[in-house]
């Protein structure tokens, strides 16, 4: 047993610290538990993560206070997981433990300990126990660790809980603030002595009223619909009888309350599907990038695949028969999606497969629901977990794949706060470290995924085809049209946004009785206010972005934070009335849709109209139903819905995000025209697809006219290389925000420097520069770029960005530096 340990504490260092462990804590204190700890003048939940030397000279060791954990939070998988994540993306160890433990159990948690012996004489604990049950006595037979410290008494956890082992004591967590608490239901059921119906025949002799007579009838009748102990708040709705009622049946030895442990089920994910799934009989593509999967599932070695497939080739059927053939070898595994909310129809698939055996993560959860989760996925209760990024880090065991759905989506990457990990790559990592298997999919990869593909460090599966719908030939993919909005604008042919053909294309669903899916990657009414005498243009005071106009509610509102103002009547700078209102966000594209087909019902779906909870699901679900006929909204669109009736999708601003001064812009504007383009024409009816566009010479959208993937890629490797980006070196970015712009600049100089004197011409540096958008919230944002190239060691880039670190110094009062490794959006 070591008589000291190695803790992590929840700080960006890159440090373990050393406390000596009590003899009498010696028992708890194991690798992967929490524990308390007093550090400076405070005192941090740790973790420990490894045994130490006791013996440190000239340094005097303090104690570990308590601990927190009676099983281990984590196993020795999650500590060289999270390890590694923080060396990788240079952050510090116990940020990471931290994002991988559901937020709301710190020890801020209010522990109360309730005694449940009537005496404890005759136990032969050890005095400061005795003195605790004795406080307990004379106190109403409750106390919180708080007030028995304020006693003077031994208020550790750890203690406590040798208590309950003991029988003497129950310890129950009362959090303050979030409400993370093992929820418990009473339930009902018979005494041993009633368990049979023969046993019950004669209860009548038993009962006394009409009341008691309804409750036991009203047991029985739920018993025989199977189930055997139903919930005492079912049987008493049931039998319209007090608890009191019941009490009295309990006390006479005929019924028995239980206590069960609810698990507390995402209230607006989509219950579980009565009718059983399809049973495919799987199209021989499918078939084929199955059979790859499954021979490393069953050789149990580690191998990356890139599923590379269509919309609609059937990717999630090979996710599902995959995670099969794992959970059939007692083994588990992990989906990620990019956000559950915009994916509720994958999600629904799943549960038809794998009902309760899988656990369903999303970012709408209570603390409580994530708690909940966390701790049945961690006792093996669910072989499944499916949820956004964070769901890589899910405590399951024996992993055996991890699926990655549309890998390409930019949401895999955490920015703030630290660990700013990508999702895909940890998944990769992870599957790794386990010998499991994992499958990236996607119908527009990544360029990083497919080279890797190319390069042979992934296994490339291909999927070119739509499945075939029964009764129909494979779906074809849509056909793909460019409207040039110049060339439309010089024939006198657009008054709005909408051109000729788009509404053409439109009137004629709307007769056909089909449905459309139009894309507009921006919300609100205007995008930009400017005044037609003097140009002067409403900008956000606390961000460098000008404000967008709201029409529905008539407010200007900043969409990096938030902040509202009222439209002025007139230019506030020349008093002229002449405010234009340029551009077009969804509100715009709503009101013309209206005005040109008044009879057509329209659901706009944008951040504005999804912020309540269901919403997102609700409007999806009219859309479904045949209750509108046009869905138009800001790439929410896009996303994995499948719609049978959908044979038009008109992008109403192709151009949209083409300015941002990001090397990735080409390939996110064809990854989101491919996707929404693949919600045309399913079921068995052609689709057709209308890019409106004013620049239609443009490469990305020529080859997103000809659905060509792999010429796409070609076309834009060779400056990618050149410029020595992604897939051909990594890109570093790092980001300095303060409120003072002088103070920021410099210390993103003085940073800059410390880089550029260790590393010289190793590494191209560029910068500081004040960023794209170089003020949000009233943070200015300085920027620098660090490329990395293919082969540079990642040992040595991890220990020059720490050194860097520690030459520059801390940055100045209320600033911040954020190391971003594989960085995603660099604006
Ligand atoms: P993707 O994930 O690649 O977009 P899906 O797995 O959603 O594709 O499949 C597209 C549609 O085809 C779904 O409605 C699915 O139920 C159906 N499907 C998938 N595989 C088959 C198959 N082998 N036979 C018949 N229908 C299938
Ligand atoms: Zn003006
Ligand atoms: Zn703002």
Known sequence: MPAAVRVVVPLPVDQTYTYLVPDDLQEEARVGCRVLVPFGPRRLTGMIVGAAEPAVEGVTLRPILDVLDETPSFTGEMLRLTRWIADYYVCGWGEVIKAALPSGIEVESRWVLVRTAASCDGWTGPPAARAVLRYLEVHGGEASLDALRQAGLDARLALARRLERDGLVRVEARLARPKVRVRRE?????????RTPAARADLGALLRGAKQVAVVEALEALVRAGKREPRRAE?????????????????KGILEVVEREVIRSPLDAP???????????????????????????????????????????????????ALKAVVARGKTGIILVPEIALTPQTVRRF???????????????????????????????????IGPRSAVLAPVSNLGLIVVDEEHEPSYKQFDPAPRYHARDVAVMRAYMNDAVCVLGSATPAVESYMNARWGKYTLLSMPERVPVPGHAAAPLPVVHIVDLALEHKKHRLDGVLSEPLRRAIR?????????????????????????????????????????????KRLLRCHYCGRTRRLPPRCPKCEAEDLARLGAGTQRVEEELAACFPEARILRMDLDTTGRKNAHHELLERFRKGKAEVLLGTQMVAKGLDFPRVTLVGVV????????????AEERT?????????????????????????????PVLRYAVAHDYEGFVAAILPERELLGYPPFGRIVGVEFRGPQEAEVRQYAGRWTAALRGQVGEALDVLGPEAAFIGRVKRQYRFHTIIKVPRGFKTETLQRVLRHTGIRAGAPPGGSRVAIDVDAVGLF
């Not at 009473?186 to 009633?194: G, L, M, T, Y």
């Not at 579980?272 to 999967?293: M, N």
């Not at 709307?510 to 005044?531: F, M, T």
Request: aromatic share 8%; with cysteine.
């Open 670 to 698: 064809f990854q989101l025209l491919t996707q929404v383009a693949g919600r045309a024409g399913r079921a068995g009816l052609r689709g057709e697809v209308i890019l409106q566009t004013r620049n239609p010479d443009r």
């Open 508 to 552: 004629t669903r709307l007769d056909r009785n089909e449905q459309v899916i139009l894309l507009q990657n921006r919300r609100g009414y205007a995008p930009v206010i400017a005044c037609r005498s003097c140009g002067w243009a409403p900008m956000c005071p606390d961000c460098s972005v000008s404000m967008t106009y709201h029409k529905d």
């Open 186 to 194: 009473k339930h009902v059921r018979f005494a041993p002595a009633f």
């Open 653 to 664: 601003d192709a151009d949209v995000g083409m300015l941002l001064p990001d090397f990735r």
């Open 351 to 385: 549960r038809a497969h794998f009902g309760d055996r899988i656990a369903v993560l999303h970012s709408r959860m209570s603390p409580g629901e994530r708690y909940d989760a966390w701790r049945h996925l961690r006792s093996g209760r669910f072989s499944i977990v």
């Open 271 to 321: 219950a579980p599907e009565e009718v059983p799934p399809p049973a495919y009989t799987l199209h021989p593509s499918q078939q084929t990038a199955l059979d790859r999967i499954h021979e490393a599932v069953a050789a149990g070695r580690f191998e990356t695949f890139l599923l590379h497939g269509v919309t609609g080739s059937g990717k999630t059927e090979v996710y599902i028969a």
């Open 235 to 251: 049987v008493l709705a049931r039998a319209g009888a007090s608890a009191a009622t019941l009490n009295g049946l309990v006390k």
